[in-house]
């Protein structure tokens, strides 16, 4: 009888297991982007410069259409930095200051090697200057990234909004 006790125990902290673990399960983002904010820029009296990362889980891409707000109160776009590990091709660019609107597209000839070696990777630096302080929200919305399988599939990265305080 104590035999069938300590059976009947262990199936329920089995069972109880496999349900917790069943509910802790989480849906796999199939790319993501994120807006990393350069350190030495909380310290710059003009400057505020941002690095967008991106990362894939359903393939290597070797092209990126990028999309960002950002608040014009505070913030007005000065340039873009390529050089780094992934765009190779700038293809597109639309800057709208007024707006508070930049839209580019870029791209790399050798997405495989760059994604094996570099799971995340730094698409490009922007670099704002500073109007007035504040508190002003950067957003990457509507992006995507074009998977390196010669049938131009696209996947709509998570992305990602911040407030960022700016000091002038």
């Known amino acids: 009888m104590k035999f069938l006790k300590y059976l009947y125990c262990l199936a329920i902290i089995i069972l109880l297991n496999f349900n917790c673990n069943f509910a802790l399960a989480q849906e796999i983002i199939p790319a993501e982007l994120q807006i990393i904010p350069d350190k030495e820029t909380f310290l710059n009296q003009e400057y ?3 690095q967008i990362n ?3 889980n359903v393939g290597d891409f070797n092209l990126v259409d990028i999309k960002l707000q950002f608040d014009t109160e505070n913030l007005i776009f000065d340039s873009i930095d ?3 590990q992934f765009c190779e091709f700038n293809i597109f ?3 709208n200051n007024q707006k508070g609107k930049i839209n580019f597209i870029c791209a790399t000839a050798n997405a495989r090697e760059q994604n094996f070696l570099f799971p995340t990777i730094n698409i490009a630096k922007i670099k704002f200057k500073k109007i007035s302080a504040g508190w002003s929200k950067i957003t ?4 995507r990234f074009f998977l390196n399988n010669g ?3 696209s ?3 998570a992305t990602e909004s911040h407030n960022f305080y700016i000091y002038k």
Not at 140 to 143: A, C, G, K, T
């Open 54 to 56: 991106g990362n894939s």
């Open 140 to 143: 990457l919305s509507d992006s």
């Open 82 to 84: 390529y050089s780094n």
């Open 151 to 153: 049938l131009g599939e």
């Open 48 to 50: 505020f410069t941002i």
């Open 93 to 95: 660019e639309d800057i």
């Open 155 to 157: 996947i709509l990265p």
